[in-house]
Nanobody
Framework: QVQLAESGGGLVQAGGSLRLSCAAS????????MGWFRQTPGKEREFVAA????????SYADSVKGRFTIFRDNYENTVYLQMNSLKPEDTADYYC?????????????????WGQGTQVTVSS
């Protein structure tokens, strides 16, 4: 069992930046692949970014590639999502997820553990 807690969401103007954090507790963090997903009302949760257990491999949705960066600190048991050049269409609730596997995962159904989410609002 692992518990996840996101933080860092908020209101930002278009073109601005935010850094989301996801603190994990309960099991050995480095055993887990981690991902970020987002959801807006009435829409399916969508993949944003993912990282493997060591941080050596990452994957991004096309919509955020070049603007968002996922990275992790296994000593701090935390995964981050650095979001730059934010757009109004990035407005959503952002969730981090964990899966007990060494490989990267991009499908939400493959993740076993989820945080409660943090809200990001980008104004135009």
């Amino acid at each position: 069992q692992v518990q996840l807690a996101e933080s860092g969401g908020g209101l930002v103007q278009a073109g601005g930046s935010l850094r989301l954090s996801c603190a994990a507790s309960g099991r050995t963090f480095s055993n887990y692949a981690m991902g970020w997903f987002r959801q807006t009302p009435g829409k399916e949760r969508e993949f944003v970014a993912a990282i493997n257990w060591s941080g050596s491999t990452t994957s991004y949705a096309d919509s955020v590639k070049g603007r968002f960066t996922i990275f992790r600190d296994n000593y701090e048991n935390t995964v981050y999502l650095q979001m730059n050049s934010l757009k109004p269409e990035d407005t959503a609730d952002y969730y981090c997820a964990a899966d007990l596997t060494v490989i990267i995962k991009t499908i939400q159904d493959e993740y076993d553990y989820w945080g409660q989410g943090t809200q990001v609002t980008v104004s135009s």
